[in-house]
């Protein structure tokens, strides 16, 4: 009877959780409990859609679905063999026209994802991307992306996907509280999530893993329902995870993301103008973005990855972080869109001269097992605390996607302490403890 | 602020969740919220003890304490140079006398322990293990015996534990339905939970991994509290996770804890000798007990254990299953204790014999590719799902002897597919398909 009661409390804080949409690369879906006995109680709900998956799986998993009611919420996308132009609904309102902000968004990332997929291609001079398109017939869909065992990553993942689903009415009043008063308590809301999610894995123990993933995030009004207005986040972040530190990469990279600050700078002014047309009840929002807008993006962004990738149990950050934001709302949102644009585009800038440089150094077989214990830690954050992940794996995403962030290979020794003073006890001893690289 | 919402959720779903603790090898102490800004909530508290790591950590960890809140959760056992003859607290009442059934069991464990590990370091050849022996001032401890890449076993964890905690009243009242009304609403419960509980990674792909846990449960009657009955449950189960199917190693694996029925069956007479002299608030509970006490614990156990070890999001058993029981209080404690005992005491006998035949097989890089790839389910089942994994993680248990659970190493492939009829693909299907191997 315990088991129940915990099912019902983690589903409950799962569909409450509705900006955890935006993590997923390909999140959607019925939620089910977390139980260990395989039972479902749906929250996101989406059409179901035959299987095309190859015949081999498909064999094991049509065997498997008779005996197990969870197994449908597996084959639930369908391949495609060819990119579609957007995954946007095409017959729907004014919402996903080309001028509006999910279509430039949608073309952002995947402009993103072109270009950072050809500069790890060209940088790594052998493996070239497997790419993966998936839909779903109500709408929706994504790219996956993934370069495994090249030259110089051992795995290389860059995920697009877009998202169409339903949230309860409770999840809706909790993500925006000051309109909950005119939401339906009883009408589903619809929602829209799209997002670029990827995670790079060099084979080198001295060549840094990088991730970064930009999402958007939009409740729409549903259809019986009067005055309940549409809602919309931003959230997203790039960081950075070194086995051994070169404080000239780490600066660097920490460098490209600080000068966001001053094109922040520049948005102000317009978010100013913006302001003075805001009418009564937007006030209080947007007058709490007044009050917390200034050029101080990069410390409170840098403060907020730190915290955000905190392997808890171990007492250590996955790495050496970066930039990193969520729930965004009360900005102006052409400006947050510039911005999630902005970071998006720096990531090969930011990140690929350190591979240039790191990525041919001889290294020992020490080195190596240095690596793949903070690579054990990468998957210790990933399963147990990323938002993104934890909220796919909970509610049936395309599980391929979602788990091309952990890499080729990880190792866990028994209570491994690297030496005092050793370059290995130097980046334990940041990711225990924050430092300020600028 | 959507945060705080599942911060608050998760934290009550771990304290009433009061049975997990029977999972984890050291799971212990303050509960605290798994949002990723440190924060602090204790709900079951232990008392804080000085730290008395080696150097190296306590230098890093020392530091970090300063920047974060939550750190001062790491360092609560202390590190003793030999094992005591009992982690009982010596001062306390017949509950810790040497007939209690708390006494008698942490002595079953204890020589488990010892004769498992004596069992693999005559196989292994090799290897030895390592000890770490810790305790807490306020009573209990544990023994942590590791052996890392030895000549058979990549990494063989043996450990148990014994853990004096306190649980809300409102935990209490949760597991122990019955009894609600008697107990103090306003007083937290005392409890004790004593366990072994071990994993063992072999180095050859077709010798298999095996996990056993036996442990058991009481809650104490509040010292300011007239009336609140002593509560116990005992929990465990033995499970064999192989990467290669020999029908014949399963069908020997599953044929020790098979016999274990007619153990049972012979047990059932005394049974039903205690149910007559039950009063009458107790028949309840001694009814449901006699209607479900067979000889069909094996097919019950056998089914418990693969709903149990399921990774939902990939639709898959974590391997080929054994036995599994959880929460059992409704049987008589005497018989339930010779079970236990009886289940461990087949530890070796199921196992070792299969080691033996499997150990020095030849195998190629393929088929040790594919060991890998299933040692990166078990991270992830032990890392999502495995409830005393997750229990232990978020109340700050000793962490080394909690993720020693965890393989030497681990890869996971983008999408990989064994081809259909092939080993790897039988194996794949029994994890999706459970079958009767007897």
């Known amino acids: 009877m315990l088991t129940t009661i915990i099912s019902a409390s983690t589903t409950t804080t799962t569909t409450y959780h509705s900006a955890t949409i935006f993590f997923s690369s390909s999140s959607s879906s019925s939620s089910s409990s977390s139980t260990n006995t395989p039972t479902s109680s749906s929250t996101l709900v989406f059409p179901k859609t035959l299987t095309v998956t190859p015949k081999r799986t498909r064999l094991l998993r049509l065997h498997a679905s008779s005996s197990s009611s969870s197994m449908s919420m597996i084959d639930k996308e369908t391949p495609e063999l060819q990119r579609p132009h957007t995954f946007l609904r095409q017959w729907n309102d004014d919402s996903d026209s080309n001028s509006s902000v999910r279509a430039r968004f949608e073309k952002m990332i995947r402009e993103a994802q072109d270009s950072v997929c050809s500069a790890i291609e060209a940088v790594d001079g052998g493996g070239k991307f497997q790419e993966d398109v998936w839909s779903r017939p109500g709408g929706g869909g994504g790219i996956s992306r993934v370069l495994q065992d090249g ?172 930039i990193f934001f969520d729930d965004l709302n009360d900005y102006d949102q052409e400006m947050l869109l510039s911005f999630a644009t902005e970071c998006a585009n720096s990531v090969v800038p930011a990140y690929i001269p350190i591979i240039e440089k790191r990525k041919d150094m001889p290294f020992t077989d020490q080195h190596k097992a240095w690596q793949q214990l903070r690579r054990g830690r990468y998957v210790e954050f990933n399963l147990v605390y990323d938002r993104g992940t934890t909220f796919g794996l909970k509610t049936g995403g395309r599980i391929e996607s979602i788990l091309v962030s952990l890499p080729l290979t990880a190792r866990w020794e028994y209570n491994h302490q690297p030496e005092e003073g050793s370059e290995e006890w130097k980046l334990l001893d940041a990711c225990i403890n924050p430092k300020e690289w600028l």
Chains 1, 2 share one sequence.
């Open 151 to 322: 030259a110089v990553w051992e795995k290389a993942g860059v995920n697009v996907s877009v998202v169409y689903g339903v949230m309860p009415p409770e999840a809706y009043r909790a993500a925006s509280p000051v309109h909950a008063h005119h939401a339906n308590s009883s009408v589903p809301v619809p929602f829209f999530a799209t997002g670029i999610s990827s995670v790079l894995h060099p084979k080198n123990p001295f060549a840094p893993t990088l991730h970064f993933n930009y999402r958007y995030f939009e409740t729409e009004t549903p259809k019986d329902s009067q005055g309940a207005p549409r809602q919309w986040w931003f959230g997203g972040g790039t960081d950075l995870t070194p086995a051994y530190i070169f404080e000239e990469d780490v600066k660097h990279f920490h460098l490209e993301f600080k000068l966001l600050d001053s094109f922040l700078d520049l948005l102000q002014l317009s978010l100013w103008k913006k302001v003075k047309e805001l009418v009564a009840t937007e006030v209080v929002v947007q007058k709490r973005a007044c009050d917390k807008f200034d050029s101080s993006f990069y410390p409170r962004f840098k403060k907020w990855c730190d915290d955000y990738f905190y392997i808890k149990h171990r007492g250590e950050r996955r790495g050496l972080g970066g």
